[in-house]
């Protein structure tokens, strides 16, 4: 591939004989947007304009066209190189975007997670296992009440402890308050039980609110935060990440189904532009993903990918404490595990429920 080219592969919903034509239109669109006959600088024809490498047609019959375009047009920006590879084409609903591939020079660019895998472990203290981690929930309680699950499941010894991607700053347990009362809560179970628990409160609102939520958040300790890449604008989500080198970032996937395919948007995208933690839909929970998507995506997170740090996959969505040694087997030692609703069922019996998750993920055996 070209040194300063990005290579971008299209499922084109096509007959065959329409294809190559497709991926030329497709190839003007998402780098010149204008008719080439009006277009005077030879040298944007020939250095920016994005350029057909490859058409293939598929026994499915459609077919898959592979795409440079100029790392020129893109910049240093996230929000750029997500509307350079599936900006106005995604208004096409014949055209899905597939994977991707970006040389080293635009991969040092975003520099990927800040922490990575072993820095997560460095953070939470846990070495060669699956990380465990659950969710506060529901949306509408209190701060004291989320405070009070925190300091369980600490006591109980999960790794991380994060807030559910709908929290904001609700009138029943605004941010501040929560944090504060969440982090401490983390802190004293810590103290009492010697045991290491990350709390990671979720950002939201402008980048200016976000900013100003994760120096509040510092202050008193903190040093994960949640985030909804695609909710906030992946341009955001960069700029934090380069601002915050020391924190682990943990994306969650909200808004991030529709046309580009998830290995290469959650195992990839995500990753390039910062995600230490990368939660996806796994199957066999409320979602529909298929087991070889869901493996693709952490593939992509963990593959060595120019010198970028791997990302830690967290298969999620209506995981269970008995599913725990399927979801070993199948994601391994550097994953995340999160369950969330189904420890919170548990009601009177929520600590016992999440000691036996903690154990299930340190010996593979899930207790009655």
Known sequence: ????????????HVGAAQAAHRARLLAVEQSLEMPLEAVGDG????????????????????????????????????????????????????????????????????????LGIAGLRRLTGAAERPLTCTALKPIGSTAARMAALCGDFARAGIDVIKDDHGWANQPSAPYAERVSACQRAVLDAGEATGRRTVYAPSLYGT????????????????????????????????????????????AHPALAGGRIAPP?????????????????????????????????????????????????????GGMSVERVPELKREYGADSMLL?????????????ERSRAFVAAVADGKVAA
């Not at 609110?209 to 008193?220: D, H, N, P, V, W």
């Not at 979602?287 to 970028?308: D, V």
């Open 207 to 250: 980048q200016s609110q976000m900013q100003r939520q994760i120096e509040m958040a510092r202050a008193l300790g903190v040093t994960a935060f949640l985030i909804a890449p695609m909710v906030c604008g992946v341009a955001t989500f960069d700029a934090l990440k380069r601002e915050h080198r020391d924190l682990a970032f943990i």
């Open 1 to 12: 591939m070209s040194g300063d080219r990005i290579r971008a592969t299209y499922r084109l």
């Open 43 to 114: 040298r944007v024809l020939a250095e920016v304009l994005a350029r057909v490498e490859q058409v293939e047609p598929q026994d499915d019959g459609t077919s898959l066209a592979r795409l440079l375009l100029a790392c020129e047009s893109v910049g240093d920006d996230a929000g750029q190189l997500m509307n350079m590879l599936f900006g106005n084409c995604s208004l096409q609903p014949e055209v899905e975007l597939i994977d991707i591939e970006v040389p080293a020079p635009l991969a040092r660019t975003f520099g990927g997670p800040n």
């Open 339 to 351: 369950i969330g609703g189904s420890l919170l069922a548990a009601g009177e019996r929520l600590t």
């Open 264 to 316: 290469a948007l959650l195992g990839k995208l995500l990753r390039l532009f910062g995600a230490d933690v990368v939660i996806f839909p796994n199957h066999g929970g409320r979602f529909t993903y298929p087991a070889e998507t869901c493996q693709a995506i952490a593939r992509n997170c963990r593959a060595r990918w120019h010198e970028l740090r791997p990302s830690m996959p967290a298969p999620a």
